[in-house]
C-alpha cells in the first residue's frame, strides 16, 4: 500500500464509519433504513467534511452504494412493525366503512319515515276535506246518478235513497 491508499482505507474510511455511528446512533432504525436515507448521507457529508477539513482531505460528495445493512432481526422486526401498522390501517379504513355504510342506511331510513310521513299527512288532509265536502243531498244525487232505474227486490229499514212514503 502507498500513502494515498492508507489515508483513503484507514483514515477516511474510519472517519465516515465513526461519523455514520454518530448520526445513525441518533435516529430510529426505520428512518435511517426508509425515509431518513438522504437525510443521513446529507448529515455524514457534513460531518466528514468537517472532521476531515484540517487535515487537508477534501470530500466533494458522499455516496451510498448499496442498501443500508442491518442484522437480519432488526429487519425482520421493522417488517413485523410495517405489517402491523398496515393492518392496523386496514382495520381503521374497515371500521370507517362500515361506519359510513351504517350513516348512509340511518340517513336512508329517516328519509323514507319521512316520505311515507307525509304521504299520510297528505292523505289525512284530503280524507278531512272530501268529508268535509259530503252531505246527504251529494250522496243522494251520486246515489241517482249510478242507479238503472229497478226497485230494489229487497227493501228494509236501510233502503237507500228512495222513500216510497210508506
Not at 73 to 100: C, F, G, R, Y
Request: with cysteine.
Amino acid at each position: 500500500m502507498n500513502g494515498e491508499d492508507d489515508i483513503r482505507s484507514i483514515v477516511v474510511r474510519n472517519t465516515m464509519r465513526d461519523e455514520l455511528n454518530k448520526i445513525c446512533g441518533s435516529m430510529p432504525v426505520e428512518y435511517v433504513y426508509g425515509e431518513g436515507k438522504g437525510k443521513l448521507i446529507d448529515s455524514l457529508q457534513n460531518k466528514v467534511t468537517y472532521a476531515l477539513k484540517n487535515t487537508g482531505i477534501i470530500i466533494d460528495k458522499v455516496y451510498l452504494i448499496g442498501s443500508i445493512r442491518i442484522p437480519k432481526s432488526v429487519k425482520d422486526a421493522l417488517d413485523s412493525k410495517v405489517k402491523m401498522t398496515q393492518e392496523a390501517q386496514a382495520a381503521e379504513n374497515e371500521v370507517a366503512k362500515e361506519k359510513a355504510k351504517a350513516e348512509i342506511a340511518i340517513a336512508k331510513a329517516n328519509g323514507d319515515a319521512q316520505s311515507i310521513l307525509l304521504v299520510a299527512q297528505a292523505q289525512a288532509k284530503a280524507n278531512q276535506l272530501l268529508a268535509a265536502s259530503i252531505s246527504p243531498t251529494l250522496v243522494n244525487y251520486k246515489a241517482i246518478e249510478v242507479w238503472d232505474g229497478k226497485l230494489p227486490q229487497v227493501s228494509g229499514s236501510n233502503t237507500p235513497f228512495i222513500n216510497l212514503g210508506r
